[in-house]
């Protein structure tokens, strides 16, 4: 199976993008728990199963000193990828019950997620159980984990606290940092590049080179689109693996000549020329990749680039780290620009 952090390496994506001067994302681990931070501020805590299962929580914490903590319970269905529609939690034997639902998960919001994270605190293990085998998410590292996120975001001893509350003001948690500004270039003609080949110059480019002689292509070809009156971009197929297709990204003028590899910044301002499942959408002007850190995707990179006219900058980043079923529309927010009209 290929591991996240040979993914992580592959997907460390940029183009003199913005994201290196910005507020880098941060994540630890402690023992059962994974929290993460990403440059908005907000931070997220997940809660894993002792053992090989179909269960997890997640507990979200927006920056700023208005926030309040909310917790999503997922029990997914490994048989056909859904979420198990019915089940009930419990802390070491007691009952659990949300109050609302979030993003098609059951949820608690307000005072009672603050009640629940007492309580989890406190205990040992988190049951699911849907009238099967239950599940347990252990809760070893959970009081870490929420102590981490109070300390990043400048909430210790305040009434806003996960974990550590006091009576210092809530005025002193600091705001939200202000996000990136983005807005696409203009839309470029895509006329008469249909059937077009690959120039010889950028052809005859080493690492293009050894991308196609890969016999593992099979039939997978470049494709190229036009930035600007002068500019293409040209996505060459590199390599195939079981669950994921990578692709090299270069510029030409439009005569073919001045070759030059595309560099994207990834959330941590690491570079390098290649994509995961993904490719460039002329219509919106940006570029995706979703890399797989297994099969199923349920970790890995999910990224966002967005054509300003002059670079590709970094829209948005989500990530999981660890592989344990958590569907990539809950995985926390690495990096997230504003986009302008």
């Given at each position: 199976m ?11 994506l ?24 990403g440059?908005?501020?907000?931070c ?6 002792r ?7 997640r ?42 639902n979030?993003d ?19 205990g ?9 085998d ?5 809760l070893s ?5 929420l ?17 550590r ?9 600091p ?9 696409a270039?203009?839309a470029?003609s ?25 016999e ?5 070809s ?9 500019l ?6 590199c ?9 090299v990204l270069?510029t ?19 570079t ?9 959408d ?12 297994r ?47």
């Amino acid at each position: 199976m290929q591991t996240v952090r040979i993914m992580l390496a592959l997907v460390a994506l940029g183009f003199a993008g913005s994201a290196a001067a910005q507020a880098a994302p941060a994540t630890a681990t402690f023992r059962d728990w994974l929290a993460v931070c990403g440059n908005d501020g907000a931070c997220v805590a997940f809660g894993k199963p002792r053992e090989f299962g179909p269960a997890w929580v997640r507990v979200e914490m927006d920056a700023g000193p208005e926030a309040w903590p909310r917790i999503q319970f997922g029990y997914p269905d490994w048989s056909d990828g859904e979420q198990t529609p019915r089940f009930s939690l419990a802390i070491d034997g007691a009952d659990l019950r949300t109050t609302t639902n979030i993003d098609g998960l059951p949820a608690l919001t307000g005072e009672a997620a603050r009640e629940a994270l007492a309580r989890m605190t406190r205990g040992s293990s988190l049951t699911f159980n849907s009238g099967q085998d239950p599940t347990e998410v252990s809760l070893s590292g959970a009081s870490a984990a929420l102590l981490w996120i109070d300390e990043r975001q400048g909430r210790l001893d305040t009434p806003s606290a996960l974990i550590r509350r006091g009576a210092r003001s809530n005025e002193a948690v600091p705001a939200a940092p202000a996000l990136p500004r983005l807005r696409a270039g203009a839309a470029a003609s895509q006329a008469g590049l249909e059937g077009r080949s690959l120039p010889p110059a950028l052809a005859g480019a080493a690492d293009v080179g050894e991308c196609l002689a890969d016999e593992d292509l099979g039939d997978a070809s470049p494709t190229v689109h036009r930035l600007g009156p002068d500019l293409l971009l040209w996505t060459i197929p590199c390599f195939r693996g079981a669950y994921n297709f990578g692709s090299v990204l270069w510029t030409t003028r439009d005569d073919g000549s001045d070759p030059r590899p595309l560099l994207l910044t990834n959330a941590r301002g690491e570079t390098v020329t290649e994509i995961i499942n993904g490719g460039y959408d002329p219509q919106t002007r940006q570029i995706d990749a979703f890399a797989k850190g297994r099969g199923i995707g349920d970790c890995g990179l999910a990224q966002r680039w967005l054509w300003t006219g002059q670079h590709f900058e970094l829209l948005e980043e989500t990530g999981m780290d660890d592989c344990f079923g958590v569907r990539a529309d809950y995985w926390p927010v690495l990096w997230r620009a504003e986009l302008l009209d």
